[in-house]
């Protein structure tokens, strides 16, 4: 199967449980001997010893420890390097001694913190370094073992300003000068990889810092997180008393989408296409229990809930964060996060037990650390109020949020943008990532294609995973159209229990199209 480009800019699908942000695919490179550019060819042979690497770090970092170890699956060797960036940042360094020439860096998921003992921060670094690029990891500046969910912030303004932007920033110019030094050259051509947070991290790098990386692909990016988050912290807080959906209703609610939705692009396929199509409306669908909670039916208390998740936040007659698309109420195949094993779910699986209370405890977090630029250590969900604590949020979603479509810098220089999201994820809103792509269509008119393209994947939970084919390479096709101006127009996608293909671009109606673009 392939993804077609979902022009404004395609498709593609992916799983994630509740309080876990994946920052990957896991899927980079997975087509890589079948590219029409040769990147794995090696360009340089570095044979100095590891510990040569003391004479180049610069005098704002700070050198912590380098060895030589085997790259994964492979017979050659790298020179690994861990460094602090102001004593604050932590950074990873991979310099293969066989170099393929090329710069990779990847992001980080949820509210960052992570490192590279984490198992898929570690997968996507090591299928990189099989291909031969140079590779680059940062741990946002903070740890999130000692910091969880957003305590990193609380009284430390520097921490805040290195998730939101500043650390992913500072590792690339620090790793690509200590590339350029080690081998003796710069990189030809870097790139960057992200999904979740790292495609929240993607999208900043191609608004803010234009001369960072010449190709850059975001996954289901949290572009929009404080809206995000709002809209998650008002729907949570509803279900506390009483709301929470059972296993049965969950079934209940999944068996009408489908049966409503599925068929509406004329084949009934176990994919919902485009769920923008199906006008599903809770209440003509479900039946409603007179008193207690059954199998068959939810209360009233349940339906307000599920109107909530479905129509969205609304500030009198405006809309400040769109409502769920259906889709991905459905069980599917989950990946876990810790090791990669397989289990069967629902996407909706936040909405149960733990997995709920968790989610309750990262957004209850972030409010009272991220949100506003007085801190409300004590603040509980239920404290929230839309009209009052929207236009205290205006300063943090300018320092957090990547929905800016001036894409002029990174444009002239001749910077490739790939995105893509996963229809049916049920971790972030797939709406925002469109909306952005009309946005930058809207700015370019025809010439956005040139630097921006958005894919949609039927069926795919967050970042990877769901019920529909979510085995892709998006960097194979990012480097051929950076490296050889092959854009994609469609992406070969595999795997799930129901597998187009093809994944296609996404484009903006024609009709909603800027006719004379700046």
Known sequence: MCIRLFTSVGLL????????AYAHNGYSFLRAAESRVDFRRVEVE??????????????DLTL????????????????RVLLRIHDRIRLELNLPRRWNGRFYMHGNGGLGGQFTDDYWIARVRDNALRQGFATAFNDTGHDRRKHPRATFAAGNPDALI?????????????????????????????YFDGCSNGGRQALIEAQRYPDDFDGILAGAPVLDITGHSLSRALTFRDMQNGTRLSEPQLRLLAARVYARCDALDGKRDGLIDDPRACDFRVDEELPICD?????????????????????????GQRLVYPGLPVGSEA???????????????????????????AALARERSFFRYLAFPIERPALELADLELDRDLPKMAERARLLNATDPDLDQFKSRGGKLLTWFGWADQTLNPLP????????????????????????????????SGIGPDEFDGMTPLIEWVEA???PEQIPVTGGAHAPARIGRYSMPAEDAALDPP
């Open 13 to 20: 699908i992916v799983v994630q449980l509740p309080g876990i």
């Open 46 to 59: 570095q044979l100095r010893d590891c510990a040569a690497i003391k004479g180049f770090v610069e005098s």
């Open 64 to 79: 912590v420890e380098v060895e030589e170890v085997q790259v994964p699956d492979d017979e050659s060797a790298l020179c």
């Open 162 to 190: 290195d998730y939101a932007h500043r650390a992913v920033h500072l590792s690339a110019i620090h790793a690509q000068a200590l590339v350029a030094a080690w081998y003796g050259r710069p990189a030809s051509f870097r």
């Open 291 to 315: 008193a207690e909670t059954g199998s068959e039916c939810v209360t009233s208390a349940q339906l307000a809930v599920l109107r909530r998740v479905y129509d969205g936040v609304h500030d």
């Open 331 to 357: 069980w599917g195949r989950v990946q876990s996060w810790l090791d990669g094993s397989w289990t069967r779910a629902s996407g909706w699986a936040w909405l149960l037990g733990d997995s709920l209370d």
């Open 433 to 464: 990532m469109i909306a952005y792509a009309d946005d930058v269509q809207g700015r370019y008119g025809d010439t956005a294609g040139g630097v921006f393209r958005l894919f949609l994947l039927p069926g795919v939970f967050h970042c990877h």
């Open 485 to 487: 101006d092959l854009a």
